[in-house]
């Protein structure tokens, strides 16, 4: 079982940035690519962006490409999604999920976090 705690999440300004954390309870955390979801209120759940175990490779999704950062560190189980020039359409409750491939497909996520809400004011 693999237990995924989100952290990072707030309230910032339009034009500014939030540093999210996911942090992996498992011992195997680097067999794992991580991926980044989010969900606005009465939207789908959408992909983000996501890395593989090593971290070589990544993927994001268009509208966030050349804004949003993913990474991980493998020593501290913990991925991350630096966020910067945020939008008031970047609003949603994230989440951080753990699978076997990097994927833009939620259901090839094994296991997901609680989430935490990100809030942007314009």
């Known amino acids: 079982q693999v237990q995924l705690v989100e952290s990072g999440g707030g309230l910032v300004q339009a034009g500014g940035s939030l540093r999210l954390s996911c942090a992996a309870s498992v011992r195997t955390f680097r067999r794992f690519a991580m991926g980044w979801f989010r969900q606005a209120p009465g939207k789908e759940r959408e992909f983000v962006a996501a890395?593989?175990?090593?971290?070589?490779?990544?993927n994001y999704a268009a509208s966030v490409k050349g804004r949003f950062t993913i990474s991980r560190d493998n020593a501290k189980n913990t991925v991350y999604l630096q966020m910067n020039s945020l939008k008031p359409e970047d609003s949603a409750v994230y989440y951080c999920?753990?699978?076997?491939?990097?994927?833009?497909?939620?259901?090839?996520?094994?296991?997901w976090g609680q989430g935490t809400q990100v809030t942007v004011s314009s």
């Open positions: 890395i593989s175990g090593s971290g070589g490779s990544t």
């Open positions: 999920a753990a699978g076997g491939i990097v994927t833009v497909q939620p259901k090839e996520y094994d296991y």
